[in-house]
């Protein structure tokens, strides 16, 4: 059974940084990309970074680019955000997307599987 568990959230000011972690477990995710997306309320929930699990390669949300940073190691994916922001507020989830022929990685609905989110909260 896949599961991705995500741990780090919380309350901080503007401007302090927080780190994110996903604990990926329940099978091999070589072929995966595996992402960060965010919902803040009455909002979709829109990408903010992703990364290859077998290359390494990353990509970001504009919003996001040069403040956070994606990276993995072994069976954990993380996301450092620095420089946070009130409006980075919002419930933050991993995911996990089977890397195939015309997916987009940028888009939730190709993700295969999904962490149950953890609460970022920045007060200005």
């Known amino acids: 059974q896949v599961q991705l568990v995500e741990s780090g959230g919380g309350l901080v000011q503007a401007g302090a940084s927080l780190r994110l972690s996903c604990a990926a477990s329940?099978?091999?995710?070589?072929?995966?990309?595996m992402g960060w997306f965010r919902q803040a309320p009455g909002k979709e929930r829109e990408f903010v970074a992703r990364?290859?699990?077998?290359?390494?390669s990353t990509y970001y949300a504009d919003s996001v680019k040069g403040r956070f940073t994606i990276s993995r190691d072994k069976n954990t994916v993380y996301l450092q955000m620095n420089s946070l922001k009130f409006e980075d507020t919002a419930v933050y989830y991993c995911?996990?997307?089977?890397?195939?022929?015309?997916?987009?990685?940028?888009?939730?609905?190709?993700?295969?599987?999904w962490g149950q989110g953890t609460q970022v909260t920045v007060s200005s």
């Open positions: 995911a996990a997307a089977l890397i195939r022929r015309g997916i987009a990685t940028t888009q939730a609905w190709d993700y295969n599987y």
């Open positions: 329940g099978r091999s995710f070589s072929g995966y990309v």
């Open positions: 990364i290859s699990w077998s290359g390494g």
